[in-house]
């Protein structure tokens, strides 16, 4: 599990109050994210309706399924699943670091929605670079002898010894 970064996680929450628009409340990271309202609303921000029900309070199950919800929101928007964080990640704090990658690639993805011009969170989505080769080009290679063919200026086995023997240096 990597380490926990604190700015990364401050630049985060920074991100969530900028794109809701209104403060979070006060208390650590993984607490202010932990019931899943927080979640919700920024899925509801960046893509509106797709949670149709936020559990304001209740048991914990019910509060488990908020950050469920929040899942298939952002599943749904873009984000590549295998960046999305279990719900056991956050309610049980069992690896807030896979939290913070799951919304930095949140952020990531934001940039792919021309509907969303609200603040940007982690790098910039890179562009497509499509290049075209004539075909005098690509044959012009064709003569060239590369390193890895085989020209290695004369270096050989010779003197090795045997397998197993140790080297002598």
């Not at 985060?12 to 209104?22: C, Y």
Request: charged residues 25%.
């Amino acid at each position: 599990m990597p380490p926990r970064n604190k700015d990364q996680e401050q630049e985060v929450l920074n991100w969530i109050s900028a794109v809701l628009g209104e403060p979070l409340p006060n208390g650590a990271y993984e607490d202010v994210l932990r019931d899943g309202i927080v979640l919700c609303k920024l899925a509801n921000k960046l893509s509106p309706g797709s949670v149709k029900k936020i559990q304001e309070k209740g048991t914990n199950f019910q509060l488990m399924e908020n950050i469920q919800r929040f899942q298939a929101a952002i599943k749904k928007y873009g984000v590549p699943e295998e960046e999305i964080f279990q719900t056991a990640d956050l309610f049980e704090r069992r690896n807030i670091p896979q939290v913070t990658l799951c919304l930095y690639a949140l952020g990531r993805i934001t940039q792919k929605h021309p509907e969303f011009t609200g603040p940007q969170l982690g790098p910039k989505m890179a562009e497509k670079n499509e290049r075209s080769f004539t075909e005098e080009q690509l044959r012009a290679h064709n003569a060239e002898l590369n390193l890895q063919m085989g020209f290695n200026k004369g270096a050989s086995q010779a003197g090795l010894g045997s397998f197993g023997n140790t080297r002598h240096m």
